[in-house]
């Protein structure tokens, strides 16, 4: 299955925008629309944020978006809140039954 | 709503055993696959072990096999993982979680704390 490598942290500002990108070892995101991204909060449950690429779940705020270009997912958020300043997480899905996560993303928001 | 609840984490020695239950509800536990995975300290997300909702294979990340068990009771609507001859390594906060319709990881419990120390 697919390592997965993200950034170790990213920061911005409120109001701007940032990107998380998420890369794999192989052709899983390539070949796959499922990637999906998760928030969480220290103490707090995780949360999904991004499922097959692009699609928010219920309730989730339209500032985040994702896309993918080649073997590359990435998750933007703009108007950046004091609230969204969370851990990040990518995760691809292939053919293989196992699961694997990015190596996470701390996002600060200055 | 959709509830997953996890209990049974707590300081342990090496080469002793624990057993994590995450309790459901809000959902019909039966028809979903369910996940363990877990974030040792100051570490990120770990994926652990899954068990399909219709199939009675279950799957391990190579660290772990040989040692966990991961069961359900789908009358209890209970998820378990029987956790065998830990190790100062399996020390995380263990969440169960539910596996989504669009090969995601929708649901998440607040995670158990297991400490595998002398």
């Known amino acids: 299955q697919s390592a997965l490598t993200q950034p170790a942290s990213v920061s911005g500002s409120p109001g701007q925008s940032i990107t998380i990108s998420c890369t794999g070892t192989?052709?899983?995101?390539?070949?796959?629309?499922?990637v999906s991204w998760y928030q969480h909060h220290p103490g707090k449950a995780p949360k999904l944020i991004m499922y097959?690429?692009?699609n928010r779940p219920s309730g989730v705020p339209n500032r985040f978006s994702g896309s993918k270009s080649g073997n590359t997912a990435s998750l933007t958020i703009s108007g950046l809140q004091a609230e969204d300043e969370a851990d990040y997480y990518c995760?691809?899905?292939?053919?293989?039954?196992?699961?694997?996560f990015g190596g996470g993303t701390k996002l600060t928001v200055l | 709503q959709v509830q997953l609840v996890e209990s049974g984490g707590g300081v342990v020695q090496p080469g002793r055993s624990l057993r994590l239950s995450c309790a459901s509800s809000?959902?019909?536990?039966?028809?979903?696959?369910m996940h363990w995975v877990r974030q040792a300290p100051g570490k990120g997300l770990e994926w652990v072990s899954f068990?399909?909702?219709?199939?009675?294979?279950?799957y391990y990340v190579d660290s772990v096999k040989g040692r966990f068990t991961v069961s359900r009771d789908n009358s209890k609507n209970t998820l378990y993982l029987e956790m065998n001859n830990l190790r100062a390594e399996d020390t995380a906060v263990y969440y169960c979680?539910?596996?989504?319709?669009?090969?995601?990881?929708?649901?998440w419990g607040q995670g158990t704390l297991v400490t595998v120390s002398s």
């Open positions: 979680a539910r596996d989504g319709p669009h090969r995601d990881v929708d649901c």
């Open positions: 809000g959902f019909d536990f039966s028809k979903f696959g």
């Open positions: 068990f399909p909702s219709e199939e009675m294979n279950t």
């Open positions: 192989n052709s899983d995101i390539i070949n796959y629309n499922y």
């Open positions: 097959e690429v692009t």
């Open positions: 995760s691809s899905k292939g053919r293989s039954i196992i699961r694997v």
